[in-house]
Nanobody, 122 residues
Framework: QVQLTESGGGSVPAGGSLRLSCVAS????????MGWFRQVPGKKREGVAW?????SIADSVKGRFSTSKDLAKATLYLDMNNLKPEDSGMYYC??????????????????WGQGTQVTVSS
């Protein structure tokens, strides 16, 4: 059972930046497909970034968010810049135990972290 642990959330003013980290408990899966999703109460979980050997960014955050991975540390990062109030939400890290993601649908990701809260004030 892979455990994912997110950190780095917090409260920032609009225009600020945050870096989220997600550490996988099993380094053997560090090269597998991993992604970042966010959710606000009452809304569907939304994918924002994925990494499977190459990064992919959702159109909604392209140009402001980027993702990277440190295989040696089994850690996935999400760098968020020029944050907007609509970026607020709970951010989750997820893992799909395949090398290529081939999907950005949250239902295809088997392992999830507990989430880290991001709050952007206007």
């Amino acid at each position: 059972q892979v455990q994912l642990t997110e950190s780095g959330g917090g409260s920032v003013p609009a225009g600020g930046s945050l870096r989220l980290s997600c550490v996988a408990s099993d380094s053997s899966v560090s090269a597998d497909c991993m992604g970042w999703f966010r959710q606000v109460p009452g809304k569907k979980r939304e994918g924002v970034a994925w990494f499977d050997g190459r990064p992919s960014i959702a159109d909604s955050v392209k140009g402001r968010f980027s993702t990277s991975k440190d295989l040696a540390k089994a850690t996935l990062y999400l760098d968020m810049n020029n944050l907007k109030p609509e970026d607020s939400g709970m951010y989750y890290c997820a893992l799909r135990p395949t090398f290529w993601c081939n999907t950005h649908d949250s239902s295809d990701f088997q392992y999830w972290g507990q989430g880290t809260q991001v709050t952007v004030s206007s």
